[in-house]
């Protein structure tokens, strides 16, 4: 499931590091600086909010009571340099549902983030009817009236993410990164042979081409 994700961070590397994390999960990232542009978000909540309690104009404790008194029951993962059990606690009766103290990993935020949004909107069904194709993610399966279809590691990754994406325009690069994460270096194009050899195999597929950009996966 494609999670829409606003995350509050003042310091500008921070941001684009964790901006880039989140959107390898698929999910759709609103990035801002201040307080300001924060609460400009306020009244077209997300599914979380990832929000810095020391920011240059607004503090963090501001923001989460105007995201409450509008969304109570919108998750908010507070992030802060202080690591202070006041903090933790004063979050906690704001609202918040979880608390990092800088400096931590980007991937421990996903893995907070998505427990977190697994208790709040539920897990997602392991197996995904995309008919004629039954699609079992824990299985890393994939059959058509009963009869298995073979595909690689790379394929069934490529496959994910366009079912968890259904109806969004994906880039080349979102594809390469979500597929290959950091372990290729080479051209973009590499995504156009895995898109071919996954429409040979699944021919059913209803996968668009945008062309200049990427692809898309209409619901059928």
């Given at each position: 499931m494609s999670f829409k994700i606003y995350l509050v961070e003042d310091d500008k590397?921070?941001?684009?590091?964790?901006?880039?994390?989140?959107?390898?999960?698929?999910?759709?990232?609103?990035?801002?600086?201040?307080?300001?542009?924060?609460?400009?978000?306020?009244?077209?909540?997300?599914?979380?909010?990832?929000?810095?309690i020391m920011l240059p104009d607004i503090d963090g404790y501001q923001i989460i009571k105007k995201i409450k008194s509008i969304s109570p029951n919108i998750p908010v993962i507070f992030i802060s340099a202080r690591d202070a059990d006041i903090d933790r606690?004063?979050?906690?009766?704001?609202?918040?549902?979880?608390?990092?103290?800088?400096?931590?990993?980007?991937?421990?935020?996903?893995?907070?983030?998505k427990k977190l949004l697994e208790r709040v909107y539920g897990s997602n069904s392991q197996v995904k009817d995309i008919a004629p194709?039954?699609?079992?993610?824990?299985?890393?399966?994939?059959?058509?009236?009963?009869?298995?279809?073979?595909?690689?590691s790379k394929e069934f990754d490529l496959l994910s993410f366009l079912v968890e994406n259904q109806d969004q325009a994906l880039s080349r690069e979102q594809i390469l990164e979500y597929v290959w994460d950091d372990d290729y270096f080479g051209t973009d194009r590499v995504v156009d042979d895995l898109i071919r050899r996954?429409?040979?195999k699944m021919p059913k597929l209803n996968i668009e081409t945008i062309y200049g950009y990427g692809y898309r996966m209409i619901k059928s």
């Open positions: 590397n921070l941001n684009l590091v964790l901006t880039t994390y989140l959107k390898k999960e698929g999910w759709e990232v609103s990035s801002v600086f201040t307080g300001e542009d924060a609460l400009n978000l306020v009244n077209t909540p997300p599914d979380l909010w990832i929000l810095d606690v004063l979050g906690l009766e704001l609202g918040s549902d979880d608390y990092l103290s800088k400096p931590f990993l980007p991937r421990e935020l996903i893995i907070r983030s194709y039954v699609i079992d993610k824990k299985s890393r399966r994939v059959k058509i009236n009963n009869k298995s279809i073979d595909l690689t996954l429409r040979k």
